[in-house]
């Protein structure tokens, strides 16, 4: 599957955990998703957990280059050691994050947004 994209329309992603990266969403680049279609996805309350926990809203694996995150993409009151609403891994990229609202996330090492 190439060039995949990766749709949500009017999604609410509450109050997930997950143990090291990624407490609302994981995307993993290996599997070509390499669009995230956005009409309106709200990641709230999630968190990922540990000393050096990764994206507590969204992680993006290092294969996810370019990634756009544009439309309605509202990051709220997330939690990581790193990247508190969005970690972007070594080698990944944002393309464009046009309409995202980032508000009140928190790391406790660094990046409480980003």
């Known amino acids: 599957m190439e ?5 949500f329309d009017q999604v609410q992603i ?6 090291n990266a990624g407490g ?10 390499h669009k995230l279609q956005i009409s309106s996805l709200s990641i709230y309350g999630c968190s990922a957990t540990g000393a050096v926990s990764h994206g507590g809203g969204i992680f993006l694996d290092d294969s996810c ?22 970690y972007v891994d070594q080698h990944a990229s944002i393309k464009s994050c046009d309409g995202c ?3 009140n ?10």
Do not use: M, P, Q
């Open 101 to 103: 609202k980032i508000l």
């Open 3 to 7: 060039n995949a994209a990766l749709s």
């Open 24 to 33: 609302g969403i994981y995307l993993d680049g290996t599997h070509d998703v």
């Open 65 to 86: 280059t370019a990634l756009d995150l544009s439309g309605r993409l509202v990051l709220t009151s997330n939690t990581a050691a790193l990247g508190g609403a969005i």
């Open 105 to 114: 996330n928190f790391a406790t090492n660094s990046g409480g947004a980003l």
């Open 14 to 19: 509450n109050f997930c955990e997950a143990s």
